[in-house]
């Protein structure tokens, strides 16, 4: 049984950072691609940041140089500089066919696992 909880979300002034981290199980982790996406009421999820098994990476144009993936014994998204704009619910996502992920893309189509979410609201 494949399991993602996230957590870390929060209130926060823009420019402040959060820390959203994602805890996976139930899957080979280290051959998965995994990626954080958000949803604001009223828009269409959307991916934010991605990183295959391999550790490359790739990042939506509204993120670029203030949020950052990253992976150990679980997801994290490290969140500076954050924006009003950036207020949403953060969801991590993973996808597991049973084979090494070695290209991942900010599609939420290609994510067969979601977990809950992690709201995170960002005042000016």
């Known amino acids: 049984q494949v399991q993602l909880v996230e957590s870390g979300g929060g209130s926060v002034q823009a420019g402040g950072s959060l820390r959203l981290s994602c805890a996976a199980s139930?899957?080979?982790?280290?051959?998965?691609?995994m990626g954080w996406f958000r949803q604001a009421p009223g828009n269409e999820r959307e991916g934010v940041a991605v990183i295959d098994s391999d550790g490359g990476t790739r990042y939506a144009d509204a993120v670029k140089g203030r949020f950052t993936i990253s992976k150990d014994n679980a997801l994290y998204l490290q969140m500076n500089s954050l924006k009003p704009e950036d207020t949403a619910m953060y969801y991590c996502?993973?996808?597991?066919?049973?084979?090494?992920?070695?290209?991942?893309?900010?599609?939420?189509?290609?994510?067969?696992?979601w977990g809950q979410g992690t709201q995170v609201t960002v005042s000016s």
């Open positions: 996502a993973a996808v597991w066919l049973g084979v090494r992920c070695h290209v991942a893309t900010l599609h939420t189509s290609q994510y067969n696992y």
């Open positions: 139930g899957y080979t982790y280290n051959s998965a691609c």
